[in-house]
């Protein structure tokens, strides 16, 4: 099969890069990307409209893959290709732009924009990827999404960066890790006020990256004069998956408290499990379809500093415990979200649009 890959976001932004790894092994793939993040993502999507179009005036696909973010690609493909298009939604713009972010209020002229946006994305495609059950709900129950058009698949991670190493750092003190863009749903103010918690214990933060809510975070730790606390900026994806490995304890989250960050599962959770790292995860909804407590994860409440405290020092004093969620995790990465699975599941919903069309 011959399929035409394009993502309105970089293409090496993970939920893009597995799923074009996917449909590597699946069939022969022609892409319209873009690598580098966008300093706007109207002008991209013109110039991939524009270059995905005369592709497929010139050739022949069996089906379409409008990849994340993929909202404006999917009026002027959806509109124009007589072929089959699976579209990853992946997230909602309507609910980003209101309840995550925050920037329009729920009734604003904006946020109908948006909501409609989404509704006509959707409407366009054959198949919606989601990445969990809950966003299915959520887009179904709020935006009226058939439910029979949505389709969850995780979201996994490269695997030839993320897999189990040995940690062969003997530190004095137990490192923990956390990597964010800083986002509300991150929840990093939880992160770092846990840390003020156990400021007093053997146990050093490592905090990666840079966003919005970063000046916010440092001026805390700051002013609290945290010295167990190391702020680092973003790496690339090769150098956090050796951060990941010389680290004790990964935070995977999120630690925020909007609706949102309750329906999906972090990106770097998949990334952690394929590294066999033992990880403390939101109590969220999705987390937990997932994640059994202390089986492959440790879970404990979103937005709560203490029970992120309580967990951190739990698994500093065990390391058998540490161990068996390593482990555990693993093993539900393999089983439930690994790259196979991803493509098995990606082929099956391909079959499955063929006996359709």
């Known amino acids: 099969m011959k399929f ?12 893009n890069q597995v799923l074009l790894r996917a449909f590597k092994r699946i069939g022969e793939v022609e892409t319209v990307v873009e690598t580098g993040i966008a300093k706007s993502l109207l002008a991209r999507s013109a110039r991939l409209a524009i270059r995905a179009y005369l592709n497929y005036k010139s050739k022949q696909y069996d089906l379409i893959f409008v990849g994340f973010y993929g909202h404006l690609l999917m009026i002027p493909i959806g509109l124009i290709s007589k072929r089959p298009i699976i579209f990853d939604a992946f997230v909602s713009t309507y609910d980003t732009l209101t309840s995550d972010r925050q920037v329009f209020s729920n009734n604003s002229i904006m946020a109908r924009a948006a909501c409609y946006l989404d509704r006509f994305a959707c409407q366009l495609a054959d198949v919606i990827l989601l990445d969990t059950p809950a966003q299915e709900f959520y887009f179904s129950s709020i935006l009226g999404v058939p439910i029979n ?3 969850s698949l995780p979201v996994s991670c490269n695997e030839d960066i993320f897999y189990p190493r040995k940690n062969s750092l003997h530190k004095q003190k137990t490192l923990v890790l956390s990597y964010s863009t800083y986002l509300p749903l991150h929840g990093m103010e939880t992160v770092i006020q846990a840390a ?3 400021k007093s214990e053997p146990i050093q933060f490592k905090l990666i990256g840079r966003g919005p809510l970063y000046k916010s975070v440092h001026r805390f730790a700051s002013e609290k004069g945290l010295d167990n606390v190391i702020f680092a900026p973003p790496v690339s994806l090769e150098c956090l ?9 990964c935070l995977g989250g999120h630690f925020g408290v909007s609706e949102k960050a309750n329906r999906v599962i972090p990106g770097k959770i998949y990334q952690m499990l394929a590294m066999r790292k033992p990880i403390i995860a939101s109590d969220s ?6 994640l059994q407590h202390k089986l492959s994860a440790y879970i404990c409440h979103a937005g709560s500093p203490t029970a992120l405290a309580e967990a951190i020092f739990e698994l500093h004093l065990d390391p058998e415990l540490c161990n068996r ?3 555990g995790g693993r093993e539900t990465y393999e089983k439930y979200c690994s790259e196979s699975i991803v493509t098995e599941k990606l082929s099956k919903l391909i079959a499955e649009i063929n006996k359709i069309h």
Not at 243 to 249: C, G
Request: include cysteine.
């Open 285 to 290: 909804t999705a987390n937990k379809d997932l």
């Open 149 to 151: 058009k949505l389709h």
């Open 196 to 198: 003020d918690i156990l």
């Open 325 to 327: 969620i390593s482990i």
């Open 4 to 15: 035409l890959f394009i993502c309105g976001r970089e293409i090496d932004y993970t939920r």
């Open 241 to 249: 998956a050796d951060e990941i490995a010389t680290s004790d304890i």
